[in-house]
């Protein structure tokens, strides 16, 4: 028998039940439906998360020092020799944070400061929109410049442009160098909130004397975890206590939360997939009903020469095609789904398209799988059996 | 073209074997028209399904074309009922879902017939047992005489060398019937053999040879 016949036989089959087909159906989408929606809100939540770590800037350490006692902090000095003789390391940059009123002529801004040196831009991977980064002499000869974040920027001067003009910090006056490029959102607060200045700069107007975190950012992965282990060393041997200080590394970060995100995506599939399973009894049930109530129809088709094997195939693929139909609208159900869900709870949904594709491979080998047993049933029929059901 | 010697069946049910034929011989010619006749439960119609093969005997020989049928696998079973039997039933079996033409269409479907010749045959043997313009309905919108004529183009629509009917007049009037037997007339005098499975004393007299079943035995051979 060729396949369009069958596929027309089995077309013919499905729509002569709507209502039973459809409910039949309605399981495998379901299914269908909660594995893609799952999947798809899970891989855009992890999408998220995982491009918040990589705004923090690429195989970066960030190190932050409690200190013991009396000894508290690190002189940028220290920092600079801390992590001086280390292979692999691109940039260094201590950090001293604190907020700040920024004030242009009437217009006031609250925002992070930042005291930090000429080498954050390179540790951060930051962009400027426009004017100059700091410069080794700015931080040695304690500049008043500033580096507005673009949100800052925006608010203080709107469309005109803030290079060269004066604002006041906290009281004091600080000539504008430059804005940074946006860079979008970021965990509590974006760094687009952000003003930059000589991290020397930061310690007199804030107060404060040494820093209690730095950055470092390493050449690759392999040089991140080397430098990870000397600054370990190097810190240990000053403050003689693992308590004194910590070693946050961004790269290693990123890879535990893409596993976790991974293991969990796999764990909410597998509960979506047991819908599916479920949805696969469905057809595997009517699927006997069908049998049975066809009795005569099994046994007239043998009779005038089918083979076991003719009607075999005509069931399963009567299920495959329940199945079939159930995975594609699933499928549809499923990106509409995730798409809501993604937008009430504010994460972007990524259409997960070799989900969909296993999702449906999947759909299609449950209804295969359960249609075997109704088919050999029918299968298995006899013919003058079949014939004497009136 | 039929040989059967000491064609036994039993049937079983749980522990109780029930003797349906108990060594039956004969013999057709191609080109007969027999009627077996005999009371219900005479084993006529097991000895129908065996001659059909629709079912194998538990012991005896059955030669059917020259082939020995009990050596039969399934597959072969059902190749030999789609080229070479055509089937009648009292109850016409027609799927109700197919249309007058798709149903006739049916054994030749399985015989992997393409569709275009498969439609030109199809509607072919409608007209022949005069339905030709009936080809698109649906068996419920048929009446019973025109169903079981559409199962009679069915039947013949693989041209087979043999045509078996269970009861063929059993659910039909009087006229209808007729109607069917003439239609078999036609059929044996274009060369295929006919074997009528009937206790319709009427519709056995259309019969060359009337073979008598009782108690899984035949009881007599008349040719009339």
């Known amino acids: 028998m060729d396949f369009a016949t069958s596929l027309k036989m089995g077309l013919k089959a499905i729509m002569s039940n709507r209502l039973r087909s459809g409910l039949t159906i309605l399981g495998v989408v379901i299914g269908v439906a909660a594995v893609i929606g799952v999947v798809a809100v899970a891989q855009g939540s992890q999408r998220q998360v995982t491009s918040q770590i990589e705004s923090l800037g690429t195989y970066l350490l960030t190190v932050s020092v409690r200190g013991r006692g009396a000894d508290k902090v690190l002189t940028c000095d220290e920092v600079m020799e801390l992590t001086g003789g280390i292979d692999g390391i691109v940039g260094v940059s201590p950090v001293v944070t604190g907020s700040a009123t920024a004030k242009y002529g009437t217009r006031k801004y609250d925002c992070s400061l930042l005291g930090v040196n000429e080498q954050y831009a390179t540790v951060r991977d930051l962009r400027l929109e426009t004017g100059r980064f700091l410069t080794q002499i700015d931080i040695s000869t304690r500049q008043k410049v500033v580096l507005l974040g673009q949100n800052v920027g925006a608010e203080l001067f709107g469309p005109s442009d803030p290079v060269g003009k004066e604002i006041k910090i906290n009281g004091q006056t600080f000539t504008v160098i430059g804005v940074l490029a946006p860079r979008g959102g970021g965990p509590a607060g974006t760094e687009d909130d952000h003003v930059l200045i000589p991290v020397t700069s930061a310690e007199r107007l804030l107060g404060r004397r040494g820093v209690s975190t730095f950055y470092i950012k390493g050449q690759d992965k392999e040089a991140v975890e080397q430098i990870s282990t000397a600054i370990s060393d190097r810190l240990y041997r000053r403050f003689r206590d693992q308590d004194a200080y910590r070693i946050f590394d961004q790269t290693q970060m990123l890879e535990t939360v893409t596993n976790i995100s991974q293991t969990l995506t796999l764990m909410l599939a597998s509960i979506a997939f047991i819908s599916l399973l479920v949805g696969g009894i469905g057809i595997m049930n009517i699927m006997l009903v069908s049998v049975v109530e066809r009795t005569r129809e099994i046994g007239l088709r043998k009779a005038v020469g089918a083979t076991r094997r003719d009607v075999m195939r005509q069931f399963l693929l009567e299920s495959a095609m329940l199945s079939g139909i159930g995975g594609v609208v699933g499928i549809i159900t499923g990106a509409i789904l995730a798409r809501g869900i993604a937008s009430a709870i504010k994460v972007p949904a990524v259409f997960p398209w070799a989900g969909a594709g296993i999702a449906l491979g999947l759909a299609l080998a449950v209804g295969i799988g359960f249609g075997i047993y109704p088919a050999s049933r029918a299968a298995n029929l006899e013919p003058i059996e079949a014939l004497r059901t009136e | ?224």
């Open chain 2, 1 to 224: 073209m039929i040989k059967v010697e000491d064609l036994r069946k039993t049937y079983r049910a749980g522990l109780v074997e029930v003797p349906a034929l108990r060594g039956v011989s004969f013999e057709i010619d191609r080109r007969e028209y027999v009627a077996i006749v005999g009371p219900s439960g005479s084993g006529k119609s097991t000895l129908m399904h065996l001659l059909g093969c629709l079912d194998v005997p538990t012991a005896g020989r059955y030669i059917f074309d020259g082939v020995e049928v009990s050596t039969l696998g399934e597959d072969e079973l059902a190749r030999v009922r789609n080229r070479k039997i055509g089937f009648v039933f009292q109850g016409f079996h027609l799927l109700p879902r197919l249309t007058a033409l798709e149903n006739v269409e049916l054994p030749l479907v399985y015989r992997g017939v393409d569709a275009t010749t498969r439609r030109e045959r199809a509607r072919r043997a409608l007209e022949m047992v005069g339905l030709g313009a009936r080809v698109q309905h649906y068996p419920n919108e048929l009446s019973g005489g025109e169903q079981q004529r559409v199962a009679i183009a069915r039947a013949m629509v693989g041209e087979p060398i043999l045509l078996l009917a269970d009861e063929p007049t059993g659910n039909l009037d009087s006229r209808t019937g007729a109607e069917v037997l003439d239609l078999f007339q036609g059929i044996n005098d274009a060369g295929c053999t006919v074997i009528m499975v009937t206790h319709d004393l009427t519709a056995a007299s259309r019969a060359k040879r009337i073979l008598r079943i009782r108690d899984g035995l035949l009881e007599g051979d008349e040719r009339v």
